[in-house]
């Protein structure tokens, strides 16, 4: 019984050394250097290669690092006796709200116009936006979208969301479904993606769904690259039916130089940083699916694979 771990784009060093620590009989090795890889049992992956975990015979579990997991379903077979989890953790929550009460709240104030004029030592007062007149929709109502609704919902933002199961949270209108989705759309201010990458979610922010938005309403999108038609969004802005967007995921990571959104003025980006696992709490879950593999009991946080979250 042996866990490997198998990152891309992610430093594995911290993750075994953590591991070590809260888990000191078990061998923990960094693929590509592992010595008997029919020991081992549990695969920690962020963005693993292609096809690689069958390489692994007796694997039981598949933990991803982040909330995410179609960063391994879309690259790996699964066998029908291995289980996939993820994380799940008030900190990742709590992170990702911090980032988008910045976005909405920079958007409001417009600070970033503010940022151009002193630059050019431009003085010139422009009208703002409150928090009791937006609408912000937000699209994902898993664990984290559900927080986020909820609190800004608290914070006086008028809160539609939308999700593709039936879902009820208080202070939130909640929609679901094709005609749900609409309903979201219209008369939004501000739209938050944070949906689970699946065939059904990819490419839903096109130009069709994001004109229903209000006039100068402004996107920011915390879920996938995938999810984003980049042309729909260019489009969306250059005719101004969009002020503007804060981008943190995108379809290539890092986002290659030549792509126009690097150049575009209504475009902020950011690295994919919005909510970054941490390790010393994320590391307890992965703890605790390595106990209860071992003791026969149910994994957390298991994730569909027909579903895909
Ligand atoms: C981040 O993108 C995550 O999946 O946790």
Redesign the pocket.
Known sequence: MSIVICFNNKDPKPWQNVLELKLKEVKIEIYPNVKQPQEVTFALCWKPDQNILSKFPNLKVVQ??????E?IIRTQNFSPNCTLT??VDHQ?SEDMFEFILAGVMSHLKRLSEYQTDEKQKYWSQRSYKRINNTTIGVLGLGEIGAYISTKLGKLGFKVKAWSKSKKSIENVLCFNGNNGLHNVLQNTDVLINILPLTSETENILNLQNMEQLSKNAYLIN?G?GEHLVDSDLITLLNNKHLSGALLD?FRKEPLPVEHPFWQHQKIKITP?I????DISTASNIIVTNYKNLIEGKKLIHSVSLEKGY
């Open positions: 991803s690092v982040g909330a995410s997991v960063h993820r994380v990742l915390v996938r995921v994919h919005a909510a970054i696992t």
